[in-house]
């Protein structure tokens, strides 16, 4: 049962149904440990989803982050041949030219272009990587990437007065959910949850859609906002703090959200659920190029902070993961490292990083991973490396002239919890526990759900 395929399952089950139609819900972050585990008592919906179907881990993209994985999650392509490394991609090799993803960076079609083209309908509510939108045969309401209820957010544009009336006003995401007003943030994911599963249950009782998609994305802010008040592991946990069940009431509250929208769909609909990355405790940050700085690879200009290029050899960008870039000659506008000598400071330089530490001197558990190794393209402007800090256990910062490395604590704002390696995948129908199950397999499988060559 390690290598069946979802699109296996979901052809053969729905030969016997009348009318083919799939509604994927997405859960943004949910962790597999509290669904599949800790919390599964609590979630009465998608226990007897995993109970009646076929469930597991899910494999996330390299980096395990929002912005390439849902892509990744719907085009059947990894990052490196999507030529999409994060929320921010370099445009061309200058040194301060990172532009924020759009979904014009990406030619690869979706799953839902794929149905359009076959006289198929979908409807798409918060699908992160889909603002702009395109013209679809269906409906499009952008995600969080969306600048504002105020833009154009929607397919067609006309969409929105309808949305907004149904929700009373839509939400595309909690603004400044990095906050110490936890009382406020805690209100406003409920309150952005509420509104977008109406919107999804009123869509799911039409009866002309084929493919539905909404994905959620509080579980992903309820992490970040509370993960230290319940994991006893963390750092920073307070037994009997205020918000110690935050998390687990979201948890159950999302699940009644769910059974709900699947009634609305009715009983003939086959049901996806997924996430794209799970969580786990922040511990701190490591900012990579102060340590850059003390190894002896990058250079300031005399009394600033500002770089110094013709002596500098590589830099960082900071995230939940860190992007290493290297200065080459002939490469970069001032580049410094000689082509030929490249790739063996390349390696010299991740054998470094994978030996930092704290602050006390113990070792973090670093890994570095090599671009060319983890894709089976690279396109656009890959990072020469990326690097996994404390095992995801610690952020990349980028900030200079800070004159330290570690940072017990988060650049920018309050933050609980980084993304995890694994996340979810529980399809309605009957089957068993399936391994080996990645977000690249999603795509394909929604594809031979409905008879499209993927």
Avoid at 63 to 86: H, K
Avoid at 268 to 273: C, I, P, R, S
Avoid at 400 to 405: D, E, R, S
């Amino acid at each position: 049962m390690d290598r069946l395929r979802l699109g296996d399952i979901c052809a053969n089950s729905h030969r016997m149904t009348r009318k083919r139609r799939l509604l994927v819900i997405g859960l943004d972050s949910a962790e597999p440990s509290l669904v599949f585990d800790r919390l599964e008592e609590r979630l009465p919906t998608l226990t007897r989803l995993r109970r009646q179907g076929s469930w597991g881990r899910l494999k996330t993209t390299i980096p395990p982050s929002t912005i390439p994985a849902w892509v990744s999650m719907f085009t059947g392509r990894d990052p490196g041949q999507l030529g999409v490394y994060g929320f921010r991609c370099r445009r061309n090799r200058g040194y301060d030219e990172l532009g924020f993803f759009n979904s014009r960076m990406v030619s690869a079609p979706r799953v839902w272009d794929r149905l359009t083209q076959a006289g198929l309908t979908s409807y798409l509510l918060g699908v992160p990587g889909t603002y702009p939108p395109w013209p679809i045969q269906g409906r499009m309401v952008s995600s969080f990437l969306a600048p504002g209820t105020g833009s154009e957010y929607t397919h067609p544009p006309g969409l929105k007065r309808q949305i907004e009336s149904i929700a009373d006003g839509y939400m595309l995401d909690v603004e400044g959910f990095r906050t110490k007003d936890k009382n406020w943030l805690l209100k406003q994911i409920r309150t952005m949850t509420k509104k977008r599963f109406r919107v999804a249950r009123n869509w799911a009782k039409e009866p002309d859609w084929d493919l539905m998609i909404m994905v959620e994305m509080g579980t992903d802010r309820i992490h970040h906002g509370f993960w230290r008040c319940f994991d006893q592991g963390h750092r920073l946990y307070e037994p009997g703090n205020p918000f110690e069940a935050a998390i687990p009431d979201y948890y159950e509250y999302i699940d009644q959200e769910v059974g709900h929208l699947i009634e609305a769909a009715g009983p003939d609909t086959a049901v996806l659920v997924v996430s794209d990355h799970g969580a786990r405790a922040l511990d701190g940050g490591f900012l990579i190029n102060e340590w850059l700085i003390q190894q002896g690879d990058l250079a300031l200009r005399e009394n600033t902070n500002e770089i110094d290029w013709p002596r500098t050899r590589a830099w960082g960008e900071g995230g939940y993961h860190g992007r290493i870039f290297l200065n080459i000659k002939g490469r970069e506008p001032q580049g410094v490292l000689d082509p030929n000598e490249a790739e063996g400071y390349r390696s010299g330089l991740a054998s470094r990083l994978e030996k930092t530490a704290d602050e006390n001197g113990k070792p973090l558990g670093t890994r570095v991973i090599f671009p060319e190794e983890a894709y089976r393209e690279l396109n656009g402007i890959p990072p020469d490396l990326m690097v996994y800090f404390g095992d995801l256990a610690w952020r990349s910062i980028g900030q200079l002239g800070t004159g330290k490395i570690h940072f017990r604590g988060n650049d920018t704002g309050p933050d609980d919890a980084n993304h995890t390696e694994e996340g979810i995948f529980i399809y309605s129908q009957p089957g068993q526990r399936v391994k080996n199950r990645s977000v690249l397999d999603i795509a394909p499988s929604i594809l031979k759900f409905f008879e499209l060559d993927s």
